[in-house]
T-cell receptor, first 110, second 116 residues
Framework: QKEVEQDPGPLSVPEGAIVSLNCTYSNSAFQYFMWYRQYSRKGPELLMYTYSSGNKEDGRFTAQVDKSSKYISLFIRDSQPSDSATYLCAMTGGYNKLIFGAGTRLAVHP | GAVVSQHPSWVICKSGTSVKIECRSLDFQATTMFWYRQFPKQSLMLMATSNEGSKATYEQGVEKDKFLINHASLTLSTLTVTSAHPEDSSFYIC????????????FGPGTRLTVT
């Protein structure tokens, strides 16, 4: 079993839809949770960073962490074609080593 | 936000030659830099962690004599792929953390290596 599970998709939604991206994990030591967006042939871009459980909002993006369920989510409101990318969850228990999910490919069509 | 650059962005080399990739943190000092490898439609695989002034720590299965890492300063780390072979063709990405108590890593734009 992988430490971090993420459905690779692809996920296709119409413009304006609410997108829900999720990851589950098995290591209860994880305390820091990140979401990265990666466009094709580019490096990942940090979108959201959350420590421990709770919600965090930044514009159209909301990150949720439920440590009791070992489940994290990223919601994108009013999705735009420019949101089309691969979204990677990542997490760590410390010492900076990130464990990545497989990445979910998202396509937002006009 | 923190900016990390990589050079070159794309390189083609012949089998048996060596290639050096640079990773720089432009507006912050990075105590730790990381090197990842990514195959098409796959996630990032950590190759090694490097700390300024000390030897890199390699992940299991990564040949340290083939992938030489040097972290000469707080803003520069280099990855040298020695005696490259076609199977080394991949997308190499570095990242740097901003130190402190957070674990945010900022990634470079990546280097696409093609070995012919």
């Amino acid at each position: 079993q992988k430490e971090v599970e993420q459905d690779p998709g692809p996920l296709s939604v119409p413009e304006g839809a609410i997108v829900s991206l999720n990851c589950t994990y098995s290591n209860s030591a994880f305390q820091y949770f990140m979401w990265y967006r990666q466009y094709s042939r580019k490096g990942p871009e940090l979108l959201m960073y959350t420590y421990s459980s709770g919600n965090k909002e930044d514009g159209r993006f909301t990150a949720q962490v439920d440590k009791s369920s070992k489940y994290i989510s990223l919601f994108i409101r009013d999705s735009q074609p420019s949101d089309s990318a691969t979204y990677l969850c990542a997490m760590t228990g410390g010492y900076n080593k990130l464990i990545f999910g497989a990445g979910t490919r998202l396509a937002v069509h006009p | 936000g923190a900016v990390v650059s990589q050079h070159p962005s794309w390189v083609i080399c012949k089998s048996g030659t060596s290639v050096k990739i640079e990773c720089r943190s432009l507006d912050f000092q990075a105590t730790t830099m990381f090197w990842y490898r990514q195959f098409p439609k796959q996630s990032l695989m950590l190759m090694a962690t490097s700390n300024e002034g000390s030897k890199a720590t390699y992940e299991q299965g990564v040949e340290k004599d083939k992938f030489l890492i040097n972290h000469a300063s707080l803003t520069l780390s280099t990855l040298t792929v020695t005696s490259a072979h076609p199977e080394d063709s991949s997308f190499y990405i570095c990242s740097a953390d901003t130190a402190g108590e957070t674990y945010e890593q900022y990634f470079g734009p990546g280097t696409r290596l093609t070995v012919t």
